[in-house]
């Protein structure tokens, strides 16, 4: 079964850097999707950008290209989702997922970060 | 690329049906058979309900179909009950070089 499981809350302040986590304990990272995901307070999902372990294939939404950097190390079988310079819009709840052809069927149970002066 | 419609809120009541529908354009929901419908209770991470349009993971109700026409998706839960409260959100896959999108979220009440 897989089982993905993130880092815990992170509290900031504006201009801080910040990486968090997200760690398949199943048996095939190397060969599946993995997405990330941002839900802002009282809001929607909004799909990020996805990452193939295998190969290091990454893609970005629009909103996104740019403003994250996501990446992965098959040898831990652990993908991230990392900011530069945070700033308090990106205070949100982040989900990563197992995804195939944008079916994410296996969820983390969320990074809830803080961006606050 | 912009999200998917989905109306902002349905509701029914107990035992009835309600369809929430989710549009997109030709080159998401139209142009592909990979569209999943997501459920989310507050302060839970989202769980999918339906994938490549109309397929049930194991463990979901068949009180949860769904369809599509064109750039239109809909789901439908019948038999309402009260645990269906809570959010839906669809998404579709856009080809290798357009990303996921995700429609808005369409709030369920059961009345």
């Known amino acids: 079964e897989v089982q993905l499981v993130q880092s815990g809350a992170e509290v900031k302040k504006p201009g801080e850097s910040l990486k968090i986590s997200c760690k398949d304990s199943?048996?095939?990272?190397?060969?599946?999707?993995i997405a990330w995901v941002r839900q802002m307070p009282g809001k929607g999902l909004e799909y990020m950008g996805v990452?193939?372990?295998?190969?290091?294939?990454?893609r970005y939404s629009p909103s996104f290209q740019g403003q994250v950097t996501i990446s992965a190390d098959k040898s831990i079988s652990t993908a991230y989702l990392q900011w530069s310079s945070l700033k308090a819009s990106d205070t949100a709840m982040y989900y990563c997922a197992r995804e195939y052809y944008g079916r994410l069927d296996w969820w983390g149970q969320g990074t809830l970060v803080t961006v606050s002066s | 690329q912009s999200a998917l419609t989905q109306p902002p809120s349905a509701s029914g009541s107990p035992g009835q049906s309600v369809t929430i529908s989710c549009t997109g354009t030709s080159s998401d929901i139209g142009g592909y058979n990979y569209v999943s419908w997501y459920q989310q209770h507050p302060g839970k991470a989202p769980k999918l309900m339906i994938y490549e349009v109309n397929k049930r993971p194991s463990g979901v109700p068949d009180r949860f179909s769904a369809s599509k026409s064109g750039n239109t998706a809909s789901l439908t839960v019948s038999g309402l009950q009260a645990e269906d409260e809570a959010d839906y959100y669809c998404?579709?896959?856009?080809?290798?070089?357009?990303?996921?999108?995700f429609g808005g979220g369409t709030k369920l009440t059961v009345l």
């Open positions: 199943g048996y095939s990272f190397n060969s599946n999707f």
């Open positions: 990452i193939y372990p295998g190969d290091s294939n990454i």
């Open positions: 998404n579709s896959y856009g080809g290798h070089n357009n990303p996921v999108v």
